[in-house]
């Protein structure tokens, strides 16, 4: 026997094993399933979450997965089960295509899953044994937060578009590099 | 970490508390959360989306005064002195704390099982909401369970915070704040670190007390010899001999004396470095898995390593120079003063314009080297990246371009360094050319006094030398801060290990037994994290000499299970009995002695075969080992190796493969005779035929020795007496294999499916032995 079957266990193993069945899923996990206006119908929930109706299945909530959420962050939205397991349920291939509220609450709920402020002015940059202390201004308001000092901290996603990640993990992007300020830029000296 | 934060009076007033109710975990909630809700046209509270700075529903913007409190009856969010959520936790079913993407939610779901989402926190809080959300939810299962929250489970976290409260400043990974609470701390660590040392340091400082006083009084004679022998003219050669004798013997004394002390000082950091590293090393080995698994592999050897090498570089560099170039340079400023205001006044002026020179440009400095020094990481990183992708490279033929982006890192690189060499090149010397301006100046009005009579030549040339003690060092002397700082920043990461308690270590009634192998298992529950469990409420009773299969999908705990049989962890809840005994009463030493391991990732040392075989009985004789080696089908790979039993494994010796590894692994654990036998995917990685000869072994080695085995593949367990399945992090399915399969549940649905996986691959069924397909019916078939 060869060691495919370690994935095997993986699968849904309450269920008898049924080959038919499982070649189906296996086929599901490869069809590209695309939610549009005519098949699927998000909406508000009370908990501050959307609900999905699709064909005839209901989702009570969803998850909304961005599959390029630094390049392209409106096309090809995953929209998945709740639980832990996460099944994709199906894709959103252009946001755009969705109803104008549906929309707006994919966006919602692309916010409150995704947390990147964005750095909008540089107020401070202070060096003290082995970190940085930033102090910015940021689409969420202003804030000090402390980087370490070495190479990994400023990742550049393009020529001019620029990733910072703090000592407790929050990323913060400054979207263009040639648009800081002449002051702002000798700041980040030390980084890039 | 603080899961309790203080309240001010007026938060309090709007928590009304009832009575019977108290505040159990409070932690502060910083990003704003509020999403528009069905049937909400706006956010709430009435804040228009415009106004509140947010496009759509979602406000984005950070909070400063949002906390999530948990009571023993409620869940609270209180924003400034106003409650906007609250909920009875009796009613809820769960309370959760989602990772989201550079952030974290925080869920309720209620008995209709509808998730409401009340509070957002970024990367910052996220560890700390997640105990607090653990505790409010341990309160949920107690209230369900017995009605109140007096049985709940207190959350505490263990983990370090990330910022000190006090100074905002970043911690490196310490529990206090060097720079805070830490310096007396810190003072007193030094002390006593250097408590076995006190003569040695006595005799450094009492030689440094001698040079200074040398390099002192030098100047003094020459003023006195020039004053008296040289300008009066009246001088003799014997005064000339004198004065050249007294010189050399003082120059020679100072030079013996600061070799010595140097010596003395490489030899003492040496020493202390050592002894450090020492304790270090032998603390990591006893600190249990948990706080070891909590840091990096990478973080631990730097402790080790790195920051014993400061401490070291500390007392060659800095502690043999720092008090005797003090005291020098303050005698001689002393002096100066004393011999001429103006001059002294004049010469500083210029080292203050040096010094302001060098604050100006010591930003650009910092920043350049900072910078080629981040280039040549990114250059060796790439370099690594390549070379250990060459096959992939390779194979996609993807040289050429691979070459030029590293030739023209390479180029951008040497471009930095020849730039940031020739700024430097430029800019010291002039440095030194201000530096030196003082004393032309010193030298002109002093030459001037001098001449006018108001000054001795021998004082003159006193000052002079006077000043070169003073200026000399200044350059140094401004990194100092830089260095004691970094040197207790070490001293703290080092003692933060030192003074770790060992989770697991044997108590004061702790007794040596000879295991016979009965195993209990009651209530047990255990997290890596004690906000996530891994295992919730097992219980099992295993007799001695039994085998037992755990079986289950990746992740289920199987192997946590095996942690805590071999007391690398000690359970959150309940208890682990064996022979009538608690396991946390077993000595540790005597426990593991008796066991034998086969793990999944089958470590080796470097050394050679035999040091590895060896490794838990180095007494064994080599008729041992070889039996061992037998048994584990590894005699013959052994010795069609060049050099047999010596040849050389672990990073850079002889390469084995991975089955090759394990039977290593599995003669190791053989070799020992254990009781206890313990054996994670043992033979996960052995082709089809090894496996059945290794297995034939094994099956001998198991016979009266208590076993614990996992597997994934399930002929691997058929001789096992019973079988438990892991699911959900807790049993459900215990029994025989035929049990198990009348059973028709999880364990059914595994065989069934491994038989339908091999009957379905033709070509894979062909490709095996005859015996292992006789197996696999014989195990189905029962």
Avoid at chain 2, 72 to 84: A, E, F, P, Y
Avoid at chain 2, 530 to 553: H, K, T, W
Avoid at chain 2, 686 to 705: H, P, V
Wanted: glycine letters at 8%.
């Amino acid at each position: 026997m060869m060691s495919e079957e370690m994935d095997l266990l993986d699968l849904d193993i309450n269920e008898e094993f049924d080959e038919e069945a499982l070649k189906k899923e296996s086929e599901e996990l490869l069809e590209m399933r695309f939610l549009t206006k005519e098949n699927a119908t998000f909406a508000r929930t009370e908990g501050g979450f959307v609900s999905l109706k699709f064909g005839e299945k209901e989702y009570k909530r969803v998850g909304v997965y961005l599959t390029f959420p630094l390049t392209n962050p409106e096309e090809y939205i995953s929209i998945r089960e709740a639980d832990e397991k996460a099944k994709e349920i199906g894709m959103v291939e252009d946001l755009k295509q969705l109803p104008k509220d549906q929309q707006e609450m994919i966006r919602e709920q692309i916010r409150l899953r995704y947390f990147m402020p964005v750095i909008k002015k540089i107020m401070e940059i202070k060096e003290e044994y082995g970190y940085a202390y930033w102090y910015v201004e940021t689409s969420f308001g202003v804030c000090r937060f402390t980087t370490h000092m070495s190479g990994d901290v400023v990742v550049s996603l393009s020529d001019s578009r620029l990733l910072v990640k703090d000592i407790d993990g929050n990323r913060y992007e400054i979207p263009d590099f040639y648009a800081l300020g002449i002051q702002e830029k000798k700041k980040l000296d030390l980084f890039i | 970490m603080k899961l309790l934060f203080s309240l001010t009076g007026s938060q309090l007033e709007a928590l009304a508390l009832s009575a019977g109710e108290r505040l159990i975990y409070c932690v502060p909630a910083d990003l704003a959360y509020e999403v528009r809700r069905a049937g909400e046209m706006q956010t709430r509270g009435g804040l228009a989306a415009a106004e509140s700075g947010s496009e759509g529903g979602v406000r984005e913007r950070y909070e400063k005064d949002v906390f999530l409190a948990a009571t023993n009856k409620r869940l609270v969010v209180l924003k400034g002195d106003q409650v906007t959520y609250q909920t009875e936790l009796k009613d809820c079913e769960k309370i959760k704390c989602e990772h989201q993407v550079g952030c974290g939610i925080i869920t309720v779901t209620d008995r209709n099982e509808n998730d409401t989402c009340v509070a957002r926190v970024s990367m910052r809080q996220i560890v700390r909401a997640s105990y607090a959300v653990r505790g409010a939810q341990a309160i949920v299962r107690s209230l369900k369970e017995n009605g109140d929250a007096d049985h709940a489970e207190q959350i505490t976290s263990s983990e370090y915070e990330t910022y000190c409260e006090k100074c905002g400043r970043a911690l490196p990974g310490t529990s206090t704040c060097p720079y805070c609470e830490g310096k007396m701390d810190i003072a007193k660590k030094f002390m006593s670190l250097c408590g076995g040392f006190v003569g040695k340091l006595l005799l450094i400082s009492l030689s440094m007390l001698v040079i200074s006083g040398m390099n002192m009084g030098l100047p003094m004679v020459q003023r006195w010899f020039i004053d008296n022998a040289l300008s009066t003219g009246k001088g003799t050669w014997t005064d000339l001999g004198i004065f050249v004798g007294i010189s050399f013997a003082f120059l020679i004394g100072a030079i013996l004396l600061e070799v010595w002390k140097n010596l003395a000082c490489i030899k003492l950091g040496s020493e202390l470095s050592m002894s450090l590293r020492e304790k270090l090393y032998r603390k990591i080995q006893v600190l249990s898995l948990s706080f070891i698994n909590k840091r990096k592999p990478g973080e631990l050897m730097n402790r080790v390593s790195r920051d014993t090498g400061r401490i070291r570089e500390f007392f060659e560099e800095v502690f043999g120079y720092m008090f005797s170039t003090l005291l020098t340079m303050i005698v001689s400023l002393v002096v100066m003063l004393t011999i001429s205001p103006v001059m002294t006044g004049l010469s500083l002026m210029f080292v203050i314009v040096v010094f302001t020179l060098m604050r100006i440009f010591w930003h650009h400095i910092h920043t350049i080297f900072h910078r080629q020094w981040m280039k040549s990481d990114e250059l060796s990183n790439n370099i690594q990246d390549i070379i250990s992708g060459m096959r992939i490279v390779k194979t996609f033929g993807t040289e050429d371009r691979e070459a030029e982006r590293f030739s023209k890192q390479a180029r951008d690189y040497a471009k930095t360094q020849s730039r940031n060499e020739t700024f430097w090149a430029v800019f010291f010397p002039i440095l030194t050319f201000l530096l030196g301006c003082g004393t032309y100046v010193a030298v002109l009005i002093g030459g001037n006094n001098v001449l006018d009579g108001k000054m001795t030549m021998g004082q003159l040339v006193q000052f002079m030398t006077y000043s070169g003690y003073l200026f000399g060092p200044l350059g140094w002397m401004t990194h100092l801060p830089r260095m004691v700082m970094q040197m207790v920043t070490s001293l703290n990461r080092i003692y933060d290990v030192l003074d770790e308690e060992p989770k697991i270590k044997d108590r004061d009634g702790s007794k040596e037994i000879a295991i016979r192998g009965h195993f209990k298992f009651d209530k047990v529950s255990f997290g890596y994290n004690s906000y996530e469990p891994v295992l919730e409420d097992i219980n099992f009773e295993v007799q001695p000499g039994e085998m037992i299969g755990l079986v289950g999908a990746s992740g289920t705990g199987k192997s946590t299970m095996i942690n805590l049989i071999m007391r690398l962890y000690d359970p959150d809840q309940g208890q682990i009995i064996l022979d009538d005994v608690d396991l946390r009463d077993v000595k540790v030493e005597c426990l593991h002695s008796q066991i034998g391991v086969v793990l999944q990732e089958t470590f080796l040392f470097s050394g050679t075969i035999l040091d590895n075989i060896r490794f838990a009985k180095p007494t064994a004789t080599l008729a041992e080992v070889i039996q061992a080696a037998k048994a584990a089908n590894a005699h013959d790979f052994i010795c069609k190796t060049p050099d047999g039993y010596n040849t050389y494994v672990g990073e850079h010796g002889y390469n084995l493969s991975g089955g090759e590894r394990q039977r290593i692994a599995i003669a190791r654990a053989i070799l020992n005779n254990p009781k206890l036998l313990i054996l994670d995917e043992a033979t996960s990685a052995l082709d089809t035929e090894s496996e059945f000869l290794i297995q034939q072994a094994l099956n001998r080695l198991i016979q009266g020795r208590t076993t614990f085995a996992i597997a994934h593949r399930l002929s691997t367990l058929r001789e096992a007496n019973r079988l438990i399945v892991i699911d959900k992090h807790s049993i459900a399915e215990m029994g025989s294999h035929n049990e198990l399969l009348e059973k028709k549940g999880i364990y059914y649905g595994l065989v069934t499916a491994q038989l339908k996986m091999a009957e379905g691959r033709p070509e894979n069924v062909a490709a095996n032995t005859s015996e292992q397909t006789a197996e696999d019916g014989e195990n189905v078939a029962g």
